[in-house]
C-alpha cells in the first residue's frame, strides 16, 4: 500500500489565481482549433467495399434485371423482407420478375440475399439514407431498386474475391 | 416634466428595455456557439447564416411546450416566481447609466432612465429582490428536488450579497456620491482614474460575488444541471422557464452593466473620449463604448463557464463567508484610512 500525501499549498497557491489563468487561457485557445464535428449532409462518409447498405437489383446491358426470379434470395433472408412475383417473358432467357418488393421496415441489410444469389443479381448498395414520410413509401418496387452495373462495381468485386475464399 | 423630458425618458426606456432583450437573444446565440468552438465543435450553424437564427427558433420551441403546473404545486406561487426572479433585473437597469449628458434645445438629458441620487442603494435593494424569486420558485414546485435547489440558492445569493455591498462601499468612498452617474463621471477624466486600478481589490470581490450573484459557474449549484436535474426550475416549462432563462441573462447584463459602471470607467473609452464630440453623436458613442465593454464582460462570464469546475456546496458557503467577507471588510477599512488620510 503506497501512502500518498497531499502537498501542502502556499498562500499564493492555494488562491488558484495562475491555474486559473492558465486554464483561461487553454480554454480560449481552444476556440480557434480544428473542429471535429463532420457537417452532414455537406460533408459524407467515404463509402468502402465491405460497407453494407440496403440490396439492389443489376441491371444486364440491354437494362433488364438480371434477376430469375428463382426466389433464393427470398428464401434466404432472414426477415423475410423480399416478395417476389415471377413470369415468363418472350426473351433469351425466359424468367423474370413480375413484381420484387423488399419491405425496408424489415430489411436488416445482412447480406444474405447477395450471397445466396446465383445470378449476382442482387447487390448491397451504399445506399444508407432511407428517410421517409410515410411506411408506403418504405417498400421499394422493382423500378426503385434496378441499377446500373457501374455503380455496385466495388462491391462484386469485394464480393467476387470474398466469395473466392469459399469455394472448396 | 416637460415635454422633452417624457419623449426622451420613454425613448431611453425602449432603448434599455430593447437592449436588455436583444442581448438576451444574443446571449443565448453566443453562449452556444462560444462553448463548441471551444469544445471543437460547431455550435448552431444551420438556423440562419451562421445559426443567426437559432435565438428566434428556441423561443418559439419555448413557447409552443405545453405549460404544465404540477398538481402538487402551489398555484399562485407557482405562477408568481419566473416573474420575482425576472423584473428585479430590468428594474436594476432602469438606474445605469450608459452615457453621459447630452443637450437638447435648452434641456440637459442624462443617459440614465432615472437619475437617482441613491441609485447604488436603489440597485443593492432591487438586487436583493431576485432572491426571492428563486427561492419560492423551489419551495412552490412541490417537488423535493427544487425545494434543495431552491434553498442552496437562497442561501448562497444571501451569502454573497454582503460581500457585494461592501464591495461597492469601496467605491463609495472614492466616488464620494451614491449616484451612478456621478461614479461613472469620476472616471472619465482618464484610464487610470477607472476605479479598478483604484480599488483593484474591491473589484475581484466585486466579480466573484456578481458571479455568485447570477447563479453562474463556478457558482451554479442551485442548477447544477448533473446533480439536481434542474434544481429550482426542474417543474417549469414553456414560457415561466423562458423567463427563468431570461432572468438569468438579464441579470449577467445588469451585473455586468454595473461592473463598468462602478469599475470599468462607465462610457469612457482613453481615445475615444478624447475626440471632443458634442451632442448627440457623444451621447451615441458613449452609449456604443458602454455597450462594448459589457460585451467584454458578458463574454468573460461564458468563458468561465466553460473553464471552471462548479463549486461543493460547502466550499462555496465557506468561500462566501470565511474568505470574502473578511477580505471585503479589510478592503473597506484600508479604502477608509487611506480616503481619510488623502491618498486616495
Not at chain 2, 39 to 44: K, L, V
Amino acid at each position: 500500500m503506497v501512502l500518498v500525501k497531499a502537498k501542502k499549498l502556499s498562500v499564493w497557491e492555494k488562491l488558484f489565481f495562475w491555474p486559473l489563468v492558465k486554464g483561461l487561457w487553454t480554454t480560449f485557445s481552444q476556440i480557434f482549433h480544428k473542429k471535429v464535428t463532420r457537417l452532414y449532409p455537406e460533408q459524407r462518409l467515404e463509402s468502402f467495399p465491405e460497407m453494407k447498405g440496403h440490396p439492389v437489383l443489376v441491371r444486364r446491358p440491354d437494362g433488364k434485371p438480371r434477376c430469375v426470379a428463382c426466389g433464393l434470395c427470398e428464401f434466404a433472408c432472414p426477415p423475410v423482407a423480399i416478395y417476389i412475383e415471377g413470369h415468363e417473358i418472350d426473351d433469351e432467357i425466359e424468367r423474370a420478375p413480375k413484381v420484387f418488393e423488399i419491405d425496408n421496415t424489415r430489411c436488416i441489410q445482412c447480406g444474405f440475399c447477395e450471397e445466396s444469389c446465383p445470378k449476382e443479381a442482387i447487390v448491397i448498395s451504399h445506399r444508407v439514407e432511407f428517410g421517409a414520410e410515410k411506411r408506403e413509401d418504405l417498400i421499394y418496387d422493382l423500378e426503385t431498386l434496378l441499377v446500373d452495373e457501374h455503380e455496385v462495381e466495388d462491391r462484386l468485386d469485394y464480393i467476387r474475391k470474398t466469395f473466392e475464399r469459399w469455394k472448396t | 416634466m416637460s415635454t422633452v423630458e417624457l419623449i426622451a425618458t420613454v425613448a431611453k426606456v425602449l432603448v434599455v428595455f430593447g437592449a436588455c432583450l436583444g442581448s438576451v437573444a444574443v446571449l443565448v446565440y453566443l453562449e452556444r456557439r462560444v462553448s463548441a468552438f471551444m469544445q471543437w465543435r460547431y455550435g448552431p450553424n444551420r438556423v440562419g447564416p451562421f445559426g443567426l437564427l437559432q435565438p428566434i427558433a428556441d423561443l418559439t420551441k419555448l413557447m409552443f411546450k405545453e405549460d404544465l403546473i404540477p398538481r402538487e404545486a402551489y398555484k399562485l406561487f407557482f405562477v408568481l416566481a419566473p416573474v420575482m426572479a425576472m423584473a428585479p433585473s430590468f428594474m436594476m437597469m432602469a438606474v445605469v447609466p450608459f452615457g453621459d449628458a447630452i443637450v437638447v434645445g435648452d434641456e440637459t438629458i442624462p443617459l440614465v432612465i432615472a437619475d437617482v441620487g441613491m441609485g447604488v442603494l436603489f440597485l443593492l435593494a432591487i438586487g436583493s429582490l431576485s432572491v426571492y424569486g428563486l427561492s419560492i420558485a423551489g419551495w412552490s414546485s412541490g417537488s423535493k428536488f427544487s425545494l434543495m435547489g431552491g434553498m442552496r440558492a437562497t442561501a448562497q445569493m444571501i451569502s454573497y450579497e454582503l460581500t457585494l455591498g461592501l464591495a461597492i462601499v469601496g467605491v463609495l468612498l472614492l466616488g464620494d456620491s451614491f449616484s451612478l452617474r456621478e461614479i461613472a463621471l469620476a472616471q472619465t477624466s482618464g484610464i487610470l482614474e477607472w476605479n479598478i486600478f483604484q480599488q483593484p481589490l474591491g473589484f475581484i470581490l466585486f466579480l466573484i460575488a456578481i458571479f455568485a450573484e447570477t447563479n453562474r459557474l463556478p457558482f451554479d449549484m442551485p442548477e447544477a444541471e448533473s446533480e439536481l436535474v434542474s434544481g429550482y426550475h426542474t417543474e417549469y416549462s414553456s414560457m415561466k422557464f423562458a423567463f427563468f432563462f431570461m432572468g438569468e441573462y438579464v441579470a449577467m447584463v445588469a451585473g455586468s452593466s454595473l461592473m463598468v459602471v462602478l469599475f470599468l470607467g462607465g462610457w469612457h473609452l482613453p481615445f475615444v473620449s478624447e475626440l471632443g464630440l458634442e451632442g448627440w453623436i457623444a451621447g451615441v458613442v458613449q452609449a456604443v463604448c458602454f455597450a462594448a465593454k459589457v460585451f467584454v464582460i458578458l463574454m468573460f462570464f461564458i468563458h468561465v463557464r466553460w473553464t471552471i469546475p462548479r463549486f461543493r456546496y460547502d466550499q462555496l458557503m465557506a468561500l462566501g463567508w470565511k474568505i470574502l467577507l473578511p477580505l471585503a471588510l479589510i478592503n473597506v477599512l484600508v479604502t477608509a484610512v487611506l480616503v481619510a488620510y488623502g491618498i486616495l
